[in-house]
């Protein structure tokens, strides 16, 4: 009944910057775009990252484009 480990792990979702996700609560807390979208609401404080921000067309790109997803992985992983 009070939502705490063991029966509730502590659980976190991983959103990525620039990203609207809805106005609900859960998909709120995901939400990275404006301020004024989470203004005077509650939220969850899950962390965010940065996503790869690609070059097109992909295949002329290649070496840009994997520097890009790597940057991004890292921000993930720290």
Do not use: Q
Request: glycine share 6%.
């Amino acid at each position: 009944m009070t939502n705490s480990a063991p029966g509730s792990p502590n659980i976190g979702v991983l959103s990525f910057n620039g990203s609207f996700h809805g106005r609900m609560l859960g998909a709120l807390s995901c939400t990275r775009t404006k301020a004024i979208h989470k203004l005077d609401m509650p939220a969850f404080d899950w962390p965010s990252a940065d996503p790869p921000a690609y070059k097109y067309p992909l295949e002329e790109h290649e070496e840009y484009n994997r520097e890009a997803e790597r940057i991004s992985l890292a921000h993930v992983e720290s």
